[in-house]
């Protein structure tokens, strides 16, 4: 099976106290705690103890106004390669009592066969819950079967770049949605719609992608506040959570960000 190396962002497995072997790594964990782990600050899950997989790369270029991506350094820039079972490793290494690992980026299924080779090593590994963080524009059967959640996260057009028309031409492809919605249906596993939302006009966006798929309640969708610190977040978040109770979805946080601030590693 292909699917033998990874390419990691720079804060790759995160935040850890140990190596593969179990040996202390010189550096603490930049959430401060003198332990691994941290907590999942986004979506269904908010709060649950977790470790992080960050991989590199990403096919979009998102940059909203005043709110450029909040892990460029993941999306474009250095990327380590390492060994997925050395990554599989270092997870399970560090789990302690979390029973939670989410794979995230930049964009995993630009490294689909690395990513279900991940899932089904930890599963072999420690009784894990696995979740795929994905901007939706890439499907993949073999990612959509190993994880148990599927988050999918469709950029609206307030995410398009001044300057990048391949970025608003891929942003959203209700097939590729809707094959990851049916697959989760099928097997039997879950999977959210997780929308940053920056103003109230964005409903309308999300109302007419939602009219193009099947098989979703209105517990699925939710609605995160675009902003990349407190003080941001609160200028939008209860518009945010205001047109959730309107339209029957759920209102979701950013956690981590008013926890740590936003930085690699938590
Ligand atoms: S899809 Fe995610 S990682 Fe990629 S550019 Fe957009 S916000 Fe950044």
Same mark, same amino acid.
């Given at each position: ?154 950029? $609206? ?5 001044? %300057?990048? !028309?391949?970025?608003?031409? +891929?942003?959203?492809? #209700? /097939?590729?949605?809707? =094959? ?42 939710? $609605? ?5 610190? %407190?003080? !941001?977040?609160?200028?939008? +978040?209860?518009?945010? #959570? /205001?047109?959730?109770? =309107? ?20």
């Amino acid at each position: 099976m292909s699917g033998d190396w990874l390419s990691l962002a720079a804060d790759g497995v995160f935040p850890v106290t140990v190596d593969g072997d179990g040996r202390a790594l010189a550096a603490p964990p930049a959430s401060g705690f003198p332990f691994a782990g941290t907590v999942q600050g986004e979506g269904k899950l908010c709060g649950i103890p977790s470790l992080f997989v960050r991989l590199a790369g990403c096919n979009l270029r998102c940059a909203w106004a005043g709110c450029p991506c909040d892990t460029v350094y993941a999306a474009r820039g250095t990327a380590t390669r390492v060994a997925t079972l050395e990554v599989a490793r270092r997870v399970a290494r560090n789990l302690g009592n979390i029973r939670h690992v989410v794979i995230t980026g930049g964009e995993p299924l630009l490294q689909p066969r690395g990513v279900e080779r991940l899932c089904r090593l930890l599963g072999e590994m420690a009784p894990v819950h696995v979740t795929v963080e994905s901007n939706a524009t890439l499907f993949d059967e073999g990612v959509a079967d190993a994880v148990d959640l599927m988050s999918l996260s469709p950029k $609206l057009a307030t995410s398009a770049p001044a %300057t990048d !028309a391949g970025h608003h031409a +891929a942003r959203v492809d #209700a /097939g590729v949605i809707q =094959r990851f919605i049916s697959r989760a249906g099928e097997r039997g596993r879950d999977f959210q719609l997780k929308f940053v939302f920056s103003a109230a006009e964005d409903a309308v966006e999300i109302r007419k992608i939602l009219a193009r798929l099947r098989g979703w309640r209105n517990e699925d969708v939710l $609605l995160m506040p675009l902003g990349a610190t %407190t003080e !941001a977040l609160q200028r939008v +978040a209860l518009a945010a #959570a /205001g047109c959730a109770v =309107r339209e029957g979805w759920r209102y979701c946080d950013r956690l981590h960000v008013s926890l740590f601030g936003n930085r690699p590693g938590v």
